[in-house]
């Protein structure tokens, strides 16, 4: 199996034949590869908008929204929840920190704001439909796949029983190729290009020195974070750009 199709797989819930026999080394030749399952979930996004363009425009970001969602099955919001529940409680120990990312239930407030983060998406979707910036659709679930590769390429693995049992393997420059190749698509894609490259910037710096300074480098939680805080970054930069809703 070629492994662009892998990253299809082990990025979203499309079905890709023979992914379930994939061994580890397999798993980490995918990696590279993740920016373009995220072109791939953006075009699903593009086409998804363009189908739904006779409906009323909050009722399409709706739906939207929530084949975005289903793409991943809601495991990137999971992950960010964990994340931002286990950073708060944990005080700034790496052990209670890992223990309660492990316990697998986030708190309340920390599941309030993930609701928070996709109604903003569901907002930005609208606002994007309304105006017909299908470039900023198509880019987004991009940047949240370069952000993740990102902390791949460039920051140790907290090795966890059972997380990512591939990252051995994996090629570290490789991946750092696939995210240079990433972010050079959503530069060229995205309205705001310099704004959108900042703001991922700025935020796989401070997401790895979080993520070494408090669990001594990243996990599946922490990787699912910065997919959506890329998502969302990229958004934001449509937005703020050339015909976007909240443009100057």
Known sequence: ????????ADLTL???????????ADHARAAPWYPLAGLV???????????????????????????????????????????????????GN?????????????R???????????????????????????AGLLAAPVAGRVLLTALLATTPHAAEPGDLLWIPR???AAVLVGTLAGAILVALTVPGPLAALGALGLLAVLLRWTAKRVLGGFNTPVLDTACELGEVAVLGAALLGPGGCLSF
């Not at 199996?1 to 299809?8: D, S």
């Not at 079905?15 to 061994?23: E, F, I, K, L």
């Not at 970001?61 to 929530?66: G, H």
Request: net charge positive.
């Open 14 to 24: 499309i079905p890709v034949p023979g992914a379930g026999r994939a061994s580890p």
């Open 1 to 8: 199996m070629h492994p662009a199709l892998l990253a299809v």
């Open 170 to 172: 994996m090629d570290r």
């Open 41 to 91: 979930a953006g075009a699903a996004l593009v086409a998804g908008a363009l189908l739904l363009q006779g409906l009323p425009t909050l009722l399409a970001a709706l739906l939207v929204t929530a084949l975005w969602v289903g793409l991943t099955g809601a495991s990137h919001l999971r992950g960010l929840a964990e994340t931002l529940g286990a950073l708060a409680a944990g005080g």
């Open 94 to 106: 790496r052990r209670r920190t890992l223990r309660i990312m492990r316990a697998d239930r986030p």
């Open 108 to 134: 309340a407030w920390a599941v309030g704001a993930v609701v928070l983060m996709a109604a903003a998406k569901a907002a930005a979707v609208g606002c994007l439909i309304h105006h017909q910036l299908w």
